[in-house]
């Protein structure tokens, strides 16, 4: 079991470029064979791996660039820019995306917590980050062939698709991502909740104090823990999150006086100074350019 196989399998099921649908609920493969500089995206909680090619994913300045020795775990709703810059006909990007369902990751997080003991010994200090790259190991290679091969038979999804990604889940926790899953998915994970409160709600006036009150936080415990797991301060991942969905949202065709709307800005003259001051185009010039609008989901 190797990864050229893992290759094989995906060429033989993608033949043009984008997102292909598994029939397995969360799982897709993909292919790109053009360069798309990295643009703004939101990852939803998500593994990416590659078996062709590299794929690279910006957070708060740090460049994360993978490819078949290194997958993807991003346990939280990041606002990143993302991009396949080195993508060609003659070097294609070949990979699975494989979304993390949360009642089952934190079913599996709790059963790993309680057989190690963390109900007993709760954990504490510094909170993983929630976007990491992670070696491959052989469970993990293994568990994620035998989620592709199944794919393949429509009876075989129906009977064994969700206990092949159930397996696929408890590699991942298992393996060099598994810190950063058990802590978003298990005990301790207020920092994944109040992300998804947030994620909710971007279009709503959320303030900082009443994140920390969602998850029992003073406001200054809160956010040394939240810049732990984001790199960002509150204010900095709330702006970023609605500017890069704004941003998606005009990529995709939307007005702009709408898309700010939808992502909570009453005032259009404050919506362009921070969209120009984080993108360097105000947000007419960037409706006109071209920008790839499938960033975060796996075309660019």
Request: glycine share 8%; hydrophobic share 40%; net charge positive.
């Amino acid at each position: 079991m190797n990864r050229e196989y893992l290759k094989q399998l995906i060429e033989g099921r993608v033949s043009e470029d984008g997102l292909i649908e598994t029939g397995i609920s969360g799982v897709k493969l993909f292919r790109v064979t053009e360069p798309h500089r990295c643009a703004p995206a939101i990852y939803e909680p998500t593994v990416v791996a590659i078996v062709s090619g590299t794929k690279e994913a910006i957070l708060d300045g740090r460049s994360y660039v993978y490819d078949s020795s290194q997958y993807l775990c991003c346990t939280l709703s990041m606002p990143v820019e993302a991009g396949t810059p080195a993508a060609s006909p003659e070097n294609p990007l070949l990979g699975v995306y494989i979304s993390l369902d949360t009642k089952v990751m934190t079913e599996l997080a709790i059963e790993m917590d309680n057989a190690m003991g963390a109900v007993r010994k709760p954990r504490s200090g510094t909170v993983p980050q929630g976007l990491t790259l992670a070696r491959w190991d052989n469970d993990f290679t293994e568990a994620l062939e035998r989620l592709l091969k199944v794919g393949e038979n429509p009876t075989d999804i129906a009977v064994l698709g969700e206990g092949r990604l159930r397996e696929f889940y408890y590699a991942v926790l298992k393996g060099a991502a598994g810190e950063s899953a058990r802590r978003a998915y298990g005990l301790g994970n207020e920092i994944a909740r109040a992300i998804n409160f947030l994620s909710t709600r971007l279009d709503q006036a959320v303030t900082i104090d009443e994140l920390a009150s969602q998850v029992g936080m003073s406001r200054a415990v809160f956010h040394r823990k939240f810049k732990q797991a984001t790199t960002l301060s509150p204010i900095q991942f709330v702006k970023s999150m609605r500017l890069n969905s704004a941003a998606m949202k005009i990529a995709g065709g939307m007005n702009v006086n709408l898309a700010a709307l939808e992502v909570g800005y009453v005032s259009s003259s404050q919506f362009s100074r921070e969209f120009k001051r984080l993108y360097g185009q105000s947000p007419k010039q960037w409706s006109q350019a071209k920008h790839p609008a499938g960033a975060a989901s796996g075309t660019a």
